[in-house]
């Protein structure tokens, strides 16, 4: 199921969404906004990595071999 956001922009933002969108980057407005959250998304999900192999690389995690290991 699909939910609406409503976004409240200052102007050149808005011009900025319009430009990529009117020039064929993006399919829509709404295009262009899931884009950015996949990114933001991917960007947290390497963050989270990183931290995981510093961790490992301190001694303080537990490096599994099998998901049965997570129980």
Do not use: C, Q, T
């Not at 996949?38 to 963050?47: H, P, S």
């Amino acid at each position: 199921m699909r939910n609406i956001i409503n976004l409240s922009l200052p102007e050149k933002m808005v011009k900025a969404v319009e430009e990529n969108v009117k020039s064929g980057n993006f399919s829509s407005k709404s295009e262009f906004f899931r884009m950015l959250i996949r990114l933001w998304m991917e960007g947290k999900l390497a963050e989270e990595l990183e931290e995981s192999r510093k961790e490992l690389r301190r001694g303080d995690g537990k490096l599994l071999k099998s998901l049965r290991n997570l129980r």
